[in-house]
T-cell receptor, first 110, second 115 residues
């Protein structure tokens, strides 16, 4: 069964600290993996996309990694800011369908 | 401005009423989608459309209906047959049906509450 599991479910960190969010998937065949950021009450916005051959991709303070062998991805946030408080959703694309994780809710406090 | 718009932002419905959520895009995308989001759950696909005058059921289509008369518009009707319609509804579009190398762009969402 195609599944995307994210951990932790929620996370609280202090402003300026780093954090790492995890995404494990069992989608097959695999096409690509995206990380989305969703602010409360808003639609998701794409942060990164990674294909099978890519290991690391950065977007400012966001760095995504992908290990296609173990079917794991991580999203690392450096020097967190209050505006990073949001839900982060991992989405894996198969051949003709998207499988959404339930998301990790990140709260950054001052 | 290019993008996807959804209206209204908030919608209240009495039990037994049908309501229609609007979704418009000016990205010239062929494919459009409707998702439902509930607290603690991932997005679930309600309906999708690859092209004008064609649409397909997603994973949770019961109690919902759609139309695709224009490329830019993909309205969703929540009917009285939907037993638990209170949720956050997201519309999305992509250049073609989601799959390899094809990003979905999301609208701002509509929060529907049944009174």
């Amino acid at each position: 069964k195609n599944q995307v599991e994210q951990s932790p479910q929620s996370l609280i960190i202090l402003e300026g600290k780093n954090c790492t969010l995890q995404c494990n998937y069992t989608v097959s065949p695999f096409s690509n993996l995206r990380w989305y950021k969703q602010d409360t009450g808003r639609g998701p916005v794409s942060l990164t996309i990674m294909t099978f051959s890519e290991n690391t991709k950065s977007n400012g303070r966001y760095t995504a990694t992908l290990d296609a062998d173990t079917k794991q991805s991580s999203l690392h946030i450096t020097a967190s800011q209050l505006s990073d408080s949001a839900s982060y959703i991992c989405v894996v694309s198969g051949t003709a369908a998207l499988i959404f994780g339930k998301g990790t809710t990140l709260s950054v406090s001052s | 401005d290019g993008g996807i718009t959804q209206s209204p932002k908030y919608l209240f419905r009495k039990e037994g009423q049908n309501v229609t959520l609007s979704c418009e895009q000016n990205l010239n995308h062929d494919a459009m989608y409707w998702y439902r989001q509930d607290p603690g759950q991932g997005l679930r696909l309600i309906y999708y459309s690859q092209i004008v005058n064609d649409f397909q059921k997603g994973d949770i289509a019961e109690g919902y209906s759609v139309s695709r008369e224009k490329k830019e518009s993909f309205p969703l009707t929540v009917t009285s047959a939907q037993k638990n319609p209170t949720a956050f509804y997201l519309c999305a579009s992509s250049t073609r049906l989601a799959g390899a190398d094809n990003e979905q762009f999301f609208g701002p969402g509509t929060r529907l509450t049944v009174l």
